[in-house]
């Protein structure tokens, strides 16, 4: 029983366009979400998070924006770069340090 | 400052052998947490320390996983006896504190293959 779903496992982006990667979760006690980027080989870094009391997280390319009421989050990187190339994984908190991830979706950016 | 590292980067064994993972975590962190996942699936939360104490369990499959971090330094994972079921990519992070705030580390994760 996933909490947290990305339901697209890849996704192909023309560099210079914006990429938008989805999450969706279903457990309303969570209220902080995170991104984490990952390449091959390495473990998972952070990127961002946003929590539960705001709706949009900017940190440079990287906005995370919030629908409490869909329970749905999305990461939109601007402009996607092949740098960008990646696994990225959603994941969620109810205020402790258990994370529950989603399955990641690989983003490809085409030079 | 080094980051978390782990050992081995990839381990081979058969079903029923044994396996111990060892992960370091950043320097000064307290918590250090393990995770896995198998092939395509998420990342899955297994345990939690407090330096060298377990706070969490929770997410540990069964008992033929055991974890320990002697000291409150670095922590094994020993997998005895393993089952195909446990391949996967385990990965340790670390943090300093238990904030939201507090970022977790993550290591680049042992890759274990049970044939």
């Known amino acids: 029983d996933q909490q947290v779903k990305q339901n697209s496992p890849s996704l192909s982006v023309q560099e210079g366009r914006i990429s938008i990667l989805n999450c969706d979760y279903t457990?309303?006690?969570?209220?902080?979400f995170l991104w984490y980027k990952k390449y091959p080989a390495e473990g998972p870094t952070f990127l961002i998070s946003?929590?539960?009391?705001?709706d949009k997280n900017e940190d440079g390319r990287f906005t995370v924006f919030l629908n409490k009421s869909a329970k749905h989050l999305s990461l939109h990187i601007v402009p996607s770069q092949p740098g960008d190339s990646a696994v990225y994984f959603c994941?969620?908190?109810?205020?402790?340090?258990?994370?529950?991830f989603g399955t990641g979706t690989r983003l490809k950016v085409l030079a | 400052e080094a980051g978390v590292t782990q050992f081995p980067s990839h381990s081979v064994i058969e079903k029923g052998q044994t396996v111990t993972l060892r992960c370091d975590p950043i320097?000064?962190?307290?918590?250090l947490y393990w995770y896995r996942r198998v092939m395509g699936k998420e990342i899955k939360f297994l345990l939690h320390?407090?330096?060298?104490?377990?706070?969490?369990e929770s997410g540990m499959p069964n008992n033929r996983f055991l974890a320990e971090r002697t000291g409150g330094t670095y922590s094994t994972l020993k997998v005895q006896p393993a089952e195909l079921e446990d391949s996967g990519v385990y990965f340790c992070?670390?943090?300093?504190?238990?904030?939201?705030?507090?970022?977790?580390?993550f290591g680049p994760g042992t890759r274990l293959t049970v044939t």
């Open positions: 992070a670390s943090s300093q504190g238990l904030f939201l705030e507090d970022e977790q580390y």
């Open positions: 457990n309303s006690m969570f209220d902080y």
């Open positions: 946003i929590s539960s009391i705001k």
């Open positions: 994941a969620a908190t109810s205020g402790t340090y258990k994370y529950i």
């Open positions: 320097s000064g962190h307290d918590n």
């Open positions: 320390f407090v330096k060298e104490s377990k706070q969490d």
